[in-house]
């Protein structure tokens, strides 16, 4: 059998990683943590741009094909925020349940159970930092973020929001129904297609 392709998802988050690895099983995934890269600053205005930030930063470092994602849940009635700011909601070191808390808090304010929301990710792929053609696609989920809080997986916003058609919040759902219906499942299994092309 022949040796695994290698590629480089440019992040340490462990649930992505665990997401990623499952879609793209044919390829060897390894984690910005295996060659001890920190995280790119993320200064740009759109999730294209962060994500193509991120991805050549990790294969400047590491002369192998990077992919990287950024995504945001986005809430129109907040101005949609938090957008490119989901990681960092409620502050620069914020954690999860302080960026969860913060979109209940906001829900509450406005004498709001729930309010309509989507997922978005954009995923970009590079070959090398001045790859002129990066690889990119995208994906997105609508559902609701509530003031209710469940589901023990997923990570980020997971435990709040409840997708379109389902009673249940994405925390709630196997991996393998969530990457079949997620913004980062849909992105991933797009850029699988691409990458088979080559």
Do not use: W
Not at 80 to 102: F, H, Q, T, V, W
Not at 108 to 125: Q, S, T
Request: hydrophobic share 40%; glycine share 8%.
């Amino acid at each position: 059998m022949n040796k695994k392709n290698k590629i480089l998802l440019a992040s340490s988050n462990k649930g992505k990683l665990a997401e990623f690895a499952t879609i793209f099983a044919d390829y060897e995934m390894l984690s910005q943590d295996n060659f001890d890269i920190d995280d790119a600053i993320e200064d740009g205005k759109t999730f294209f741009e962060n994500a193509l930030i991120k991805a050549r930063n990790a294969v400047s470092k590491s002369n192998i094909f990077s992919i990287a994602d950024d995504s945001g849940l986005v809430i129109p009635l907040f101005n949609s925020e938090p957008g490119i700011y989901s990681a960092r909601y409620s502050g620069e070191n914020a954690s999860d349940l302080d960026n969860r808390n913060k979109v209940i808090n906001n829900l509450k304010e406005m004498n709001l159970k729930e309010a309509p929301a989507f997922f978005v990710c954009v995923l970009v792929g590079v070959n090398s930092e001045d790859d002129p053609m990066p690889m990119m696609s995208s994906g997105v989920i609508h559902g609701t973020v509530s003031v209710k809080s469940s589901g023990d997986g997923g990570f980020g916003y997971d435990k709040i929001f409840y997708p379109s058609g389902y009673d249940v919040s994405m925390a709630s759902l196997d991996q393998d129904s969530k990457n079949k219906i997620s913004h980062r499942g849909i992105a991933a299994k797009s850029l699988l297609n691409i990458l088979k092309q080559y």
